[in-house]
């Protein structure tokens, strides 16, 4: 049973910082792409952030480059996003994702695991 645990959401100021983590179980997690979604109400789920669990390779939606920061502990299984600067228009629903084989990185369809999200609220 392939599972997906995101904490770290919260409230936070205009220009403050976040870490969200995402705890993964069930399978073997250095076979996977692994990404950090969001959807705020009204709107479709957007990819924020992907990286590849075997290489490392980064992917970043261009309205969190240089802003957020994906990355992993492969020991612990767990995929960790740390935001900074955080804006208004950055909240929204967080979701862990996971993907077996080649996937677009950021785009949801090819996602077949997904966690419970966690809320991120960033105040002006």
């Known amino acids: 049973q392939v599972s997906l645990v995101e904490s770290g959401g919260g409230s936070v100021q205009s220009g403050g910082s976040l870490r969200l983590s995402c705890a993964a179980s069930g399978y073997m997690y250095s076979s996977y792409y692994m990404a950090w979604f969001r959807q705020s109400p009204g709107k479709e789920r957007e990819g924020v952030a992907a990286?590849?669990?075997?290489?490392?390779?980064?992917y970043y939606a261009d309205s969190v480059k240089g802003r957020f920061t994906i990355s992993q502990d492969g020991a612990k299984s767990t995929l960790y996003l740390q935001m900074s600067s955080l804006k208004p228009e950055d909240t929204a629903m967080y979701y862990c994702a996971a993907a077996l084989g080649w996937v677009s990185p950021l785009s949801k369809y090819g996602y077949k695991y997904w966690g419970q999200g966690t809320q991120v609220t960033v105040s002006s």
């Open positions: 990286t590849t669990t075997g290489r490392s390779i980064t």
